[in-house]
């Protein structure tokens, strides 16, 4: 019900756009995050966004070089990923709930299977 692209392979500091696509309903009066899973990792949230965007937060690792964004008539969130080193390699994953606070990601009620960066 959730669907990431806009991932790929990037060189040091270049940038991606990855989208997270919804349908209405699973879309409307959710809070959305982004979490990655770099290779031998734990999965970390990355990103948060209230239902009307007024709320955003960051994990400091990305604080300042990536950006979240949501259209609610495209059911649709972004994230704007910027700077990118190598280090922000792994899979994106978009998570959406009807809490603010849910937890992890599995404790989301809807999550996207990921979209893979690559930074090189």
């Known amino acids: 019900q959730l669907v990431e692209s806009g991932g790929g392979s990037v060189q040091v500091g270049g940038s991606l756009r990855l989208s997270c696509a919804a349908s209405?309903?699973?879309?409307?009066?959710?809070?959305v995050a982004w979490f990655r899973q770099a290779p031998g990792k734990v999965r970390e949230g990355v990103a948060y966004i209230s239902t009307q965007g007024g709320t955003i937060t960051y994990a400091d690792s990305v604080k300042g070089r990536f950006i979240i964004s949501r259209d609610n008539a495209e059911n649709t969130v972004y994230l704007q990923l910027n700077s990118l080193q190598p280090e922000d390699t792994g899979i994106y994953h978009c998570?959406?709930?009807?809490?603010?606070?849910?937890?992890?990601?599995?404790?989301?009620?809807?999550r996207g299977r990921g979209t893979q960066v690559t930074v090189s």
């Open positions: 998570a959406a709930d009807r809490r603010r606070c849910p937890g992890k990601f599995p404790a989301y009620e809807y």
């Open positions: 209405a309903y699973t879309f409307r009066g959710n809070h």
